[in-house]
């Protein structure tokens, strides 16, 4: 068991010389035999060692003595001790889950404030096997097949996983080394400990003895395919996602033309980009993008845990949901040139400048307004629905279609900005100055309206 341990940490690297390890023991076999077999491994990896402990409080005295057997088993072995207590229970919910977010945000404090390099845990093959056999029975595809990481990007260890529990529980009984049962492991509430109770052994028992090393090597196989897809999908996701503010933005042809396999991997990456995360997005969800992406010209939506998704003519938006209604957004107004407005809710900024018509260089810089043809105050607010007017050298139109003949994708439209004078609009942003305030042979003053990307 140590050669394999020592085997797994170089393999991996676990670690560096005079790495600062933090040894999770919970007083259970799995993580007393971890620091045991760390405490053996530590003068030739180079290694300082320090026990840190959670209590969850969940059963009560137990949960205390739990705590006190670590202290001891800390001190005897000279090395200090982290723990910390909290009420999980407290926190509602899913108790394995709120568990399972207590630990790791445990292991993460103490990595954040340099008490440790990494966490170590005492994750075995046999864990690894229940937890693939738990994520198939729950519809996981490869990445939830390739079951728990010997190594993971915030600094978790696991050097115990190419050991089994029973392996475990027999180097503690040859060396004399005492643990602690946890009774809830044995409540079968929890389906992981009805997996690992029940249907585990009933599955080695009367169709493969070998299941669980089965079951771990699918974990292997699927962690080397999605090392494989995660560097072709960080390539991928540079090109072809791009971030607008909160949203993710796809082009549905390019999307569609992709191989399903990368196609399902970029919507779940551009998901947990806009999300945060990939809870509660199942199979269903995925596909349904898929659909909706690959539905002809026009506009759709679909909304999915956390987000609302749009698509709109060659787009696909993935957002968290806008809070408020329509009107709660709606902006409107007077603006008295010169003057700078940035547009609320947007990135841009709009200039009015005024200038004589004998000053060259700006109409390629912006729109110009016959200041003589303004003739009621200037007001900035958002396109409404039934907004309409003729810009320059094209016939009065509803607002709305110019949306749709120049494919301004839904989501832009809602604060895109116009100018009013009166109940006219005389400019609009990408459509321009309104035929009726066209500067003309005449014109000797103009106001030049133009609109420019806030910096950052």
């Avoid at 797994?8 to 045991?36: E, K, N, Q």
């Avoid at 490869?142 to 996983?161: C, E, M, N, V």
């Avoid at 938006?317 to 408020?324: F, N």
């Avoid at 832009?412 to 609009?428: F, H, K, N």
């Amino acid at each position: 068991m140590l050669d394999r341990v020592a085997g797994i940490i170089s393999r991996y690297s676990m670690t560096a010389p005079g790495g600062r390890v933090g040894v999770a023991v919970s007083g259970g076999a799995d993580s007393v035999c971890l620091l045991h077999l760390l405490r053996d491994l530590a003068p030739a990896l180079d290694l300082r060692l320090t026990v840190i402990h959670l209590n969850h409080k969940l059963r009560a005295d137990e949960s205390d003595r739990d705590e006190e057997f670590v202290r001891h088993l800390a001190g005897s072995l000279g090395y200090p001790l982290l723990a910390e207590a909290v009420d999980v229970a407290g926190a509602g919910g899913n108790l394995e889950q709120a568990g399972r977010r207590a630990r790791w945000s445990f292991y993460r404090s103490l990595i954040a404030a340099n008490r440790v390099d990494v966490v170590a845990t005492g994750h075995t093959s046999s864990d690894q096997a229940e937890t693939v056999l738990y994520r198939l029975l729950r519809g996981s595809g490869t990445a939830g097949l390739s079951g728990i990481r010997p190594i993971t990007d915030d600094g978790i260890i696991r050097p115990l996983l190419d050991c089994s529990r029973e392996e475990v529980e027999k180097y503690l009984t040859q060396k004399g080394i005492r643990w602690r049962e946890d009774s809830s492991n044995q409540e079968r509430a929890f389906l992981r400990n009805r997996i690992r109770h029940d249907l585990l052994p009933q599955l080695k028992r009367e169709y493969n003895p070998a299941l669980p090393r089965a079951l771990a090597q699918m974990a292997l196989l699927a962690q080397e395919d999605e090392r494989y897809w995660t560097a072709e999908l960080d390539r991928l996701a540079a090109s072809e996602l791009t971030v607008a503010g909160e949203a993710i933005l796809l082009v549905c042809p390019k999307l569609v033309a992709l191989p399903k396999a990368m196609a399902r991997r970029l919507l779940r990456r551009a998901i947990a980009m806009a999300k945060g995360d990939l809870r509660r997005i199942d199979f269903e969800h995925v596909e349904a993008l898929l659909q909706l992406a690959a539905a002809g010209e026009g506009h759709g939506r679909l909304q999915l845990p956390d987000l609302d998704v749009f698509r709109s003519f060659e787009w696909l938006r993935i957002a968290p949901p806008r809070e408020g209604s329509r009107t709660d957004r709606d902006y409107r107004f007077e603006v008295v040139p010169p003057a700078k407005v940035r547009i609320p809710g947007g990135r841009s900024s709009i200039y009015l400048d005024l200038l004589e018509i004998s000053e060259t260089g700006y109409t390629k810089k912006g729109c110009l307004l016959d200041l003589d043809r303004v003739t009621e105050p200037l007001e900035l607010r958002n396109w409404r629905p039934g907004d309409r007017y003729a810009p320059a050298k094209r016939s009065d139109e509803k607002v709305k279609t110019l949306f749709q003949q120049e494919r301004v994708p839904i989501w832009e439209r809602q604060g895109w900005p116009v100018l009013t004078s009166g109940d006219r609009i005389v400019w609009a942003r990408k459509f321009g100055v309104s035929a009726e305030v066209s500067p003309s042979a005449s014109t000797i003053t103009v106001v030049c309206v133009t609109e420019i990307a806030d910096a950052g």
